[in-house]
């Protein structure tokens, strides 16, 4: 499940319990499925931040070197 997919489905969850017309085993079993969900959104932020956390450092990595050098070789 993507993550855009995992927030739609939090939010469709937060309608039905805003509502509020829905019994109480079922508002708890959406109250879970959305701790589910939340846990899947947290892990794909930390992996994303991971990533960018690599690119970055990568980044830092590289010299550029100005054109005229370049033309000079």
Same mark, same amino acid.
Not at 15 to 35: N, P, R, T, Y
Not at 41 to 67: A, D, M, R, S
């Given at each position: 499940?993507?993550?855009?997919?995992?927030?739609? +489905?939090?939010?469709n969850i937060l309608?039905?319990? +805003?509502?509020?017309?829905?019994?109480?085993?079922?508002?708890?079993k959406l109250f879970?499925?959305?701790?589910?969900?939340?846990?899947?959104?947290?892990?794909?932020?930390?992996?994303?931040?991971?990533k960018v956390e690599?690119?970055?450092?990568?980044? +830092?990595?590289?010299?550029?070197?100005?054109?005229?050098?370049?033309?000079?070789?």
């Amino acid at each position: 499940m993507s993550y855009e997919e995992a927030v739609k +489905e939090l939010e469709n969850i937060l309608e039905a319990l +805003e509502q509020g017309e829905i019994s109480l085993d079922e508002a708890i079993k959406l109250f879970e499925k959305s701790v589910e969900l939340s846990k899947t959104c947290f892990e794909k932020i930390k992996t994303t931040e991971g990533k960018v956390e690599i690119i970055k450092k990568e980044l +830092e990595q590289i010299t550029i070197k100005p054109f005229t050098d370049i033309e000079n070789n």
